[in-house]
């Protein structure tokens, strides 16, 4: 049983119309989420989604969120506080009801538009893999399974599936608006490359593949090397490795030290000069360097 996310837009109901074909011999339902960000159309969305499952006999289930409260109860953004949601409400749905996954309709585009984020706000070598056609969620201590089929699939191949098989779909409004960065690229920075190099969705998306596998080696390298925070690590032992800055920020990674300090205590510890009783503040942590070992404890 694969519970498959579906929005109404031009994505989800390739994804829902080619079920069948993605996933052979599988059993499914539908997941709709209202978000109420878009007063009657989102409603709109709602009952298409509905009369599209009853037409073909699927089993549907439709959450109402109040996502604007939800986001400004967290203090995050709208989009962040969507995810959220329902993601939250997708792992349930798989526990209630027994479903193996949730499979979403991220496709080619949104991965080429998500590696380019990722290269924005500085996310490091694991940024550049991009999105997985498997992955898991952790929700609340249980991973939620995420099945992406279409991740190899084009906007514009979906939209001649669609049109050819006379296939409707709903229309997201905010899409059109370069009110957020997702839609900045997608609206704006997109068609400039596309005059660059009009096949770059299937090049970035084929460099992700290349990210991953040099990742992969990264992350083996990493693994081995037998450090940990939680222990405390030895700088003599961290700095006699020969890639002892990745393994060091890597070992800081979870305790969301800015880039401008994580450089300032490489330097340091290039410096050869004391940096014992050193430290170093993030957000949610501080970084202590006492008798040449370096260690990370909460800030009160």
Not at 62 to 77: L, M, N, P, R
Not at 154 to 175: F, L, Q, V, Y
Not at 258 to 266: G, Q
């Amino acid at each position: 049983m694969i519970l498959l996310a579906v929005s109404g837009g031009i994505d989800s109901m390739y994804l829902a119309n080619r079920a069948r074909e993605l996933f052979p011999g599988a059993c499914f339902a539908i997941a709709h989420c209202n978000f109420h960000l878009r007063g009657e159309e989102s409603d709109g969305d709602e009952r298409f989604v509905r009369d599209w499952a009853e037409r073909h006999g699927m089993e549907i289930f439709v959450k109402d969120f109040d996502t604007s409260a939800h986001a400004a109860s967290k203090g995050i953004s709208i989009e962040m506080a969507a995810r959220e949601l329902r993601y939250s409400w997708f792992a349930s749905l798989c526990r209630e009801g027994g479903f193996e996954a949730v499979a979403v309709a991220h496709n080619a585009n949104d991965n080429a538009e998500t590696l380019l984020l990722n290269l924005l706000r500085g996310s490091g070598s694991r940024g550049l893999r991009g999105m997985q056609k498997e992955s898991a969620r952790n929700i609340g201590g249980e991973p939620l399974r995420i099945l992406r089929p279409m991740l190899g699939i084009s906007r514009k191949e979906i939209a001649g599936w669609m049109t050819a098989h006379g296939e409707s779909w709903r229309e997201d409004s905010t899409n059109a608006v370069s009110d957020c960065k997702r839609n900045i690229i997608r609206n704006e920075v997109f068609p400039l490359l596309a005059e660059i190099n009009p096949s770059f969705i299937r090049t970035l998306n084929r460099d992700m593949e290349h990210f991953r596998m040099t990742d992969d080696i990264a992350e083996e390298y990493f693994r081995n090397c037998g450090l940990n925070m939680e222990e405390g690590v030895d700088l003599r032992k961290l700095k006699a490795l020969k890639h002892w800055k990745y393994v060091l920020f890597r070992l800081l990674e979870p305790y969301n030290l800015s880039e401008e300090t994580f450089v300032k205590l490489v330097e340091l510890l290039e410096s050869g000069r004391t940096v014992s009783g050193k430290v170093f503040q993030s957000p949610t942590h501080l970084i202590s360097i006492k008798l040449k070992t370096i260690s990370a404890s909460p800030r009160l």
